[in-house]
């Protein structure tokens, strides 16, 4: 079993969740759903994807998904500082899902960041792994 299972889990649904929302924004009109959407969303979903299964267990990895996750708690906090949410979006027939994708991706994404803060934590050279410098003089 992988040692970071748990991380690789968490960022997969947090980029699962975060197509799903952008795909609500895009349909609800809070995001504009044009080319430029597209060019922009797409590779940054892909590096996110590849930093979780390609580059898993490396430092790149533990960066990329760590930016990545960042970039997800982003999405909730714009929505919850006023970006859409109002009385007509509470009121639609699409609201539950609205709101469900932003709470989960906000946890599964929070959970990403402490995953792979503490995996990066991890990699960091301790003291002890440092060889110590040679005396000049000696």
């Not at 995996?119 to 410098?133: I, M």
Request: net charge positive; no cysteine; hydrophobic share 55%.
């Amino acid at each position: 079993m992988k040692r970071n299972l748990p991380l690789t889990i968490a960022s997969l649904l947090s980029i699962l969740f975060t197509t799903l929302h952008v795909t609500d924004d895009i349909v609800r009109g809070m995001a504009p759903g044009t080319l430029s959407t597209f060019l922009m969303l797409v590779p940054i979903l892909v590096l996110w994807l590849y930093g979780t299964l390609v580059l898993a267990e490396r430092r790149s990895g533990y960066v990329i998904i760590l930016l990545g996750s960042l970039l997800g708690l982003l999405v909730p906090a714009l929505h919850m500082k006023g970006a859409g949410i109002g009385p007509t979006t509470l009121k639609s027939s699409g609201a539950f899902f609205f709101i469900w994708t932003m709470i989960a991706l906000s946890v599964t994404a929070l959970f990403s960041v402490i995953l792979s803060a503490r995996a990066l934590w991890h990699t960091l050279p301790r003291r002890s792994d440092v060889p110590l410098k040679q005396n000049a003089r000696a």
